[in-house]
T-cell receptor, first 113, second 113 residues
Framework: NAGVMQNPRHLVRRRGQEARLRCSPM?????VYWYRQLPEEGLKFMVY????????ESGMPKERFSAEFPKEGPSILRIQQVVRGDSAAYFC???????????FGSGTRLTVV | DAKTTQPNSMESNEEEPVHLPCNHS???????IHWYRQLPSQGPEYVIH???SNVNNRMASLAIAEDRKSSTLILHRATLRDAAVYYC??????????????FGKGTKLSVKP
């Protein structure tokens, strides 16, 4: 019974490149959440998605960031034209319908050089 | 979601019990009290949750004050692997667009051998 799978585990990008972070939710979970954790800080909510729908994107930066959760395949968090300030750990969580019982992945550590 | 207050850090000795406090004086009658922990370089991990009654599971116990304005997470015998940041989070019953957990700064627990 695999948990939430995130890949890659580590990602290095040069300034101006694009970063794509993938998240496969637990089997049976239809809700996906993305969080960002800057070094030495707490987790900040970014976006909440259900299949083919963005439910709450109140934590997403207005530019360069987008997220999707297609009918088939993993959820993708996309960061265009990365800057050094995007360097952080990005965590994905999933939950079943009803919202209780969140399971987090191990995260993707993005480093922008 | 209402706010919680936790000590920034606590220390414990290995194999001794640990009591991690959380104040939530503005909790509403329907808010659940959730605890998560984050081990170094990992994603958050669900620990326990409750509403009014004390709760026990294989990881910990949750003691909830009668007025629900505070709660205590109890680790019965701390091990070195329990060293983590512990987050106390209030969560309203799941309603449509309000899916995300809101993390505060948590309590950093250190366990000494």
């Amino acid at each position: 019974n695999a948990g939430v799978m995130q890949n890659p585990r580590h990602l290095v990008r040069r300034r101006g490149q694009e970063a794509r972070l993938r998240c496969s939710p637990m089997k049976g979970h239809s809700h996906v959440y993305w969080y960002r954790q800057l070094p030495e800080e707490g987790l900040k909510f970014m976006v909440y998605l259900q299949k083919e729908n963005i439910i709450d994107e109140s934590g997403m930066p207005k530019e360069r960031f987008s997220a999707e959760f297609p009918k088939e395949g993993p959820s993708i968090l996309r960061i265009q034209q990365v800057v050094r300030g995007d360097s952080a750990a990005y965590f994905c969580a999933s939950s079943p319908a009803g919202g209780n019982g969140y399971t987090f992945g191990s995260g993707t550590r993005l480093t922008v050089v | 979601d209402a706010k919680t207050t936790q000590p920034n850090s606590m220390e414990s000795n290995e194999e001794e019990p640990v009591h991690l406090p959380c104040n939530h004086s503005t909790i509403s009658g329907t808010d659940y009290i959730h605890w998560y922990r984050q081990l170094p370089s990992q994603g958050p991990e669900y620990v326990i949750h409750g509403l009014t009654s004390n709760v026990n599971n294989r990881m910990a116990s949750l003691a909830i004050a009668e007025d629900r304005k505070s709660s205590t997470l109890i680790l019965h015998r701390a091990t070195l692997r329990d060293a983590a940041v512990y987050y106390c989070i209030l969560r309203a019953p799941f309603r449509g667009s309000q899916g995300n957990l809101i993390f505060g700064k948590g309590t950093k627990l250190s366990v000494k051998p």
